[in-house]
């Protein structure tokens, strides 16, 4: 049975979703290593409404039994005034049972983002997203220099994790460093959940 990398993330307007399925790509690129594509809900002003079972497009809803399922995860979100978008905070602060009894402590983890602007939040996104994932045990990668594409982008790309730039407008494709890159998150994600199983 391949194990599993849970890449769970919310896309406003589908550049984060982009990087998930590059990121998912890389994942499978590991033999023995499969990636699950999942999203959050939106949040609404008015919380009495129930949210859809099944969303209008995309990766379908993340549950409970993906978390407990997952030999590692690797997390996305746009950028909110330099920290994760409301939905995923939201999804994340209804993990209490899932910290309370150990369900991600030692599995690896990895965190990804998309702003519009080259300095509008990316690494403090980045940061706002592991921070959570410090406090279920969970042991969180980067990407290190190693990957040449880190030093060589100009648009995006973090040793704290994946990331892109889409411009003003949103019309700004991903680069073919961006695209290096996630790939490359992927899979040392994967290959890391893989030596850890074997280890075990």
């Known amino acids: 049975m391949p194990s599993t990398i849970l890449v769970l ?4 307007t589908g550049h984060t979703a982009q990087l998930a399925r590059l ?16 999203q959050v809900p939106p949040v609404a002003p008015v919380t009495e409404t129930a949210r859809p079972p099944e969303p209008d497009e995309g990766a379908p809803y993340a549950t409970r039994e993906d978390l407990l399922e997952c030999a ?7 950028t909110r005034f330099g920290n994760m978008a409301a939905p995923l905070k939201y999804f994340l602060d209804g993990t209490g049972a899932e910290w309370a009894s150990g369900t991600l402590v030692g599995k690896p983890a990895a965190v990804f983002t998309s702003t519009s602007t080259m300095h509008g939040g990316q690494e403090s996104t980045l940061l706002s997203m592991a921070l ?63 030596k850890l199983a074997v280890d075990a």
């Open 23 to 38: 990121i998912a790509r890389g994942v499978e690129e590991v033999p023995g290593m499969q990636a699950r594509l999942r």
């Open 72 to 78: 590692g995860l690797a997390l996305g979100s746009p």
């Open 9 to 12: 993330y919310y896309s406003r």
């Open 132 to 194: 959570p994932l410090l406090h279920h045990g969970m042991l969180l990668l980067g990407l290190p220099f190693t990957e040449t594409a880190l030093n060589a982008t100009v648009t995006g790309g973090s040793p704290y994790g994946a990331t892109h730039v889409a411009g003003p407008q949103g019309d700004r494709p991903i680069s073919e460093h961006e695209r290096e890159l996630a790939r490359a998150l992927g899979r040392r994600l994967a290959d890391t959940a893989r």
